[in-house]
């Protein structure tokens, strides 16, 4: 489904990622852990077109298709989703206008007929009751005045409404309660399928005790240095990423 | 000063016997003295000079050709004026041509309301006690101007506790026309004392030459009055626009201004409410929306008199191609105006790298006892709420759209007569797809 071949990034005159490789193919859950700063959010935007960020070499191949020559609302359209480490606020425009234009846009581009206001209320009644959110929230504009846990809800609650074939939920459980927590990784299970793919970047076990992945990765320094499976993200919990850097040293030089 | 020098018209040493002439023309003479005081105070002024600090970040040149004619009566069918009006306002509409009262399509007037011609009501006793007293023209040349030759225009009274259901608009427009042309639209409105007037005033043009509106407008709300104005302006691509707006507010009275500027190449606002009575309230809102090189100005004036007044100020401005914009926001609260409360707010988005903004706030305060807070903004569209929006599949030129309305829409949102706000609102939207789509162009 996803394939990153060789990725280099970066932003104006500094290179952040250098060279990711990542294959994710249809009904894996893949984890990325690693510390502050090694280039996580980066990996994620630039997957979903921040024009802050270029590429400088490699490709990413998605369904077949060259990910990186399309625009961020094409990949959309595509079905990649990326859930923001850090919700954009938008004064003004409200919640659900907000998400139905997202809908139809999405729709539309896909030649499907657009949803009038009064299926899209019965389908996003539904989809609030996944994510535990009053309609409320519907009236408010986008992120705005948002506690941290309302925005990771947020996240997925356009995630439930715009059901992405590749989800990139960027450290979503931060900041959670544990009832947030739990209500985050119901959503993101709940959306899962056979056919789809999520990738979940995190910095904490708690939340892949919910949502349980067939791989972790760890990243440092903009590199993927270490690969294995759920077993993986205990051993980090319990001793840190240290070992990992020492290692990693060890290799490089 | 450009312009011919065998056009002596406006030279100073016969601007006295040109208002003469100008008045022999009317009926009545009774406003000689203003007139002649107004032509005393435009010779000492001057026209503005980018020397004068109002003036100093702009080239009034165009303002200042010497070759304007006063603009001829023109009759419009009520299909040509349409595009100026609000499809679904149900108003007491009054209609000038070119500058000239256009009766046949003034519609009926309900009681407890007297409007009429300002030309045609000179000689009673509230115009001769009011006409002159806000505007004044010591310190601007073209209010000066206005006064001197001031014929047709408003005259509002609403008598006292009376509250007038039915908005009044005035619609004012200027017809195309080869020679450049200048009208001087005159407003006079007494709301009375507990009166209640909804009052929206259009400025607007229909071809792509150069003239010249030059308008000023004097409200006074009474003890307890309430009056809410709004203002579009919609002049002509290379329309020049003038407009002062002078609003005094009785005690607890309050006052709502709510000013659109779309049009023109150039526009000088000139907005003043001074509150003069305990307890009263001032809102000045203000919209701009320019492209191209259009220029506009927003000189506006919060003046507190009296305690207790709050007073509520935000201009906010999108501007593309290489479009210019001043907004000059001054508070000046009086020594014994206790308990004010002001705010002041100014916003911009500049759509392009060749637009400018300058914002300038003053506060002059006197008294001790008073809450003021401003702030200004000038910035480009929020590139991550940008991409946030077409990360869930909105493409970008919607996404912009999105943006640009949900800013604009603070300000379109306080207006609270729906047909009026309803069409701003078509208006501004068509108005930035246009810019936008040039900008991205
Ligand atoms: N737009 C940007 N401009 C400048 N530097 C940036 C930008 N985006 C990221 N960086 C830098 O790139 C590095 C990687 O940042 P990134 O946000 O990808 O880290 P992360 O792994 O997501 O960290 P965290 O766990 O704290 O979220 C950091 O050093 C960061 O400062
Ligand atoms: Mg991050």
Known sequence: ?253 | MTGSKKNTRHTASNHTSWVQKFESGLNGQSLRALRQRAIADFDRLGYPTTADEAWKSVNPSALIRTDFEPAAPASLADAELEPFTYPDLQGIHLVFVNGHYAPEHTSDIPEGINIANLADVYDQPLVKAHLGKLAQTTDLAFTALNTAFMRDGVFIHVQPNVAVETPVHILFITTASEIPTISHPRNLIIADENSQLSLVETYAGTGTETYFTNAVTEIIARDNASVDCIRLELQGTAGLHVANFQAQLGRNSRMTFHDFTLGGAFVRNDVNAYMRGEGSEATVNGFYALEGSQHVDNYTLLEHAEPHCPSHELYKGILGGSSRAIFRGKIHVHQKAQHTDAYQQNENILLSDNARVNTKPQLEIYADEVKCSHGATIGQLDENALFYLQARGIPKAEAKRILLRAFADDIIGRVTLAPVRSHLSDLIDTRLEHIDAKDTA
């Open chain 1, 1 to 253: 489904m996803l394939e990153i071949r060789n990725l280099h990034a970066g932003v104006e005159g500094a290179e952040i990622l250098h060279g990711i490789d990542l294959a994710v193919n249809a009904g894996e859950i893949h984890a990325i852990m690693g510390p502050n700063g090694s280039g996580k959010s980066t990996l994620a935007q630039v997957l979903a077109g921040h024009e802050a960020y270029s590429v400088t070499e490699g490709e990413v191949i998605y369904e077949g298709q060259d990910l990186l020559d399309m625009d961020p609302d094409e990949r959309a359209v595509h079905g990649v989703f990326l859930a923001f480490q850090y919700p954009v606020e938008i004064p003004g425009v409200n919640s659900a206008y907000f998400l139905r234009t997202a809908l139809n846009a999405l729709r539309t581009a896909r030649d499907e007929e657009e949803v009038d206001a009064i299926d899209f209320l019965t389908l996003i009644r539904d989809k609030l009751k996944l994510v535990e959110m009053d309609e409320k929230f519907l009236k408010r504009s986008v992120n705005e005045g948002f506690s941290g846990g309302e925005k990771k809800r947020h996240e997925i609650l356009q995630m439930a409404v715009l059901e992405p074939r590749l989800a990139i939920l960027d450290e979503t459980d931060s900041g959670l309660d544990i009832d947030a927590l739990r209500i985050v990784a119901n959503g993101v299970n709940t959306l899962y399928s056979a056919d789809k793919a999520t990738i979940v970047v995190t910095h904490y076990q708690r939340l892949l005790n919910n949502i349980v992945p067939d791989f972790v990765h760890v990243m440092l320094d903009g590199r993927i240095v270490q690969s294995g499976d759920k077993t993986l993200a205990l051993e980090l919990e319990e001793k840190g990423y240290d070992w990992i850097k020492e290692e990693h040293a060890t290799h490089s030089v």
